[in-house]
């Protein structure tokens, strides 16, 4: 179906980016970042940058795929450099940081998961063997790029975090923020490892909501057991781990009051379930306002 939509011009992209700023500006956000960049759309940036036109911070990530041998890789860094060095650190246009994915979603049971989904043989699917992410993630940090994985289960967070704690060995000591996005269900023993890698844990509370249409196949794939350890903003930042609140539009809306009650009363937006669901993790609003502004800003 994608091959036969007819592909925008650039001045109707352009008039789309317009549109979006627009309506995040309504709802009071002041930055953004492009989690899915490619490098071919990066002048579109620069573009509305250059006509004054972003009027909102913006941040661009470039992707990380395993379908490359680690000299290709090395190779499509080189590209990368080329195509954003003068943004890094850009006032209203910034670059340096890739995304990857580790594993899939829980509803689809493509997730990567330490044990078995319930009633069933397969731990989901991971994107990447654990020694070609290191690999891959070990030269991105030589390099001094942030890295944004997407792990969702238990088995794809530990992987990330592991490629990030041998990085920091294989590499010279300096400071680094790289990021685990999403973070849907963990294991307790690593929630402390965040604080303790510098990792920055970069949530989207609406994806928490607690509706059963959303919640029921979510907890079912997994079980019980496993559902009490979502989305654990909290335990995460009582083991001095940073949280940066976001949204992940256009997965779900960018409105954040959708967002910051979920983080603060996790409940749906008519109140259920009474007293919140799995409550010991909701975050007070001074802690949710911080992770949306000084935890973001840090990331």
């Not at 789309?16 to 956000?29: C, S, V």
């Not at 850009?90 to 049971?109: H, N, P, Q, T, Y």
């Not at 990330?160 to 023993?189: F, K, M, S």
């Not at 992940?248 to 109140?271: C, F, H, I």
């Amino acid at each position: 179906v994608l091959a036969h939509i007819p592909k925008p011009s650039t001045d109707e992209t352009l008039a789309a980016m317009r549109l979006a700023i627009r309506g995040m500006h309504a709802a009071g956000i002041t930055a953004s970042q492009d989690a899915m960049t490619e490098v071919e759309e990066v002048p579109l940036w620069r573009a509305l940058r250059d006509a004054g036109d972003l009027q909102l911070r913006t941040r661009l990530a470039l992707m990380m795929r395993p379908d490359q041998t680690l000299d290709e890789w090395g190779r499509r860094l080189d590209e990368y450099d080329e195509a954003i060095g003068d943004l890094r650190g850009g006032e209203w246009l910034d670059a340096g940081i890739l995304k990857s994915f580790a594993d899939g979603v829980v509803e689809a049971r493509t997730a990567y998961m330490l044990t078995p989904y319930e009633d069933d043989t397969s731990t989901g699917l991971p994107e990447w063997e654990a020694d070609q992410l290191d690999a891959f993630v070990a030269e991105a940090d030589r390099r001094r790029w942030q890295l944004e994985i997407h792990a969702i289960g238990d088995g794809g967070i530990r992987m990330v975090l592991d490629a990030y704690e041998r990085a920091a060995g294989a590499n010279p000591r300096r400071e680094r923020r790289h990021r685990v996005e999403h973070i849907e269900t963990i294991t307790r023993a690593d929630i402390p490892r965040f604080a303790e890698l510098c990792v920055v844990a970069s949530m989207q509370p609406y994806h928490a909501d607690p509706s059963p249409n959303q919640i029921d196949t979510w907890a079912g794939n997994i079980g019980a057991e496993r559902a009490g350890q979502a989305w654990s903003w909290a335990s995460i930042r009582k083991a001095g781990g940073v949280i940066a609140l976001g949204s992940d539009w256009p997965v779900v809306p960018y409105d954040p009051m959708l967002a910051l009650n979920s983080a603060v009363n996790r409940q749906t937006k008519e109140g259920h379930p009474p007293g919140g669901w799995l409550p010991s993790e909701k975050l007070s609003l001074p802690e949710a306002l911080s992770a949306y502004g000084h935890g973001s800003a840090y990331a």
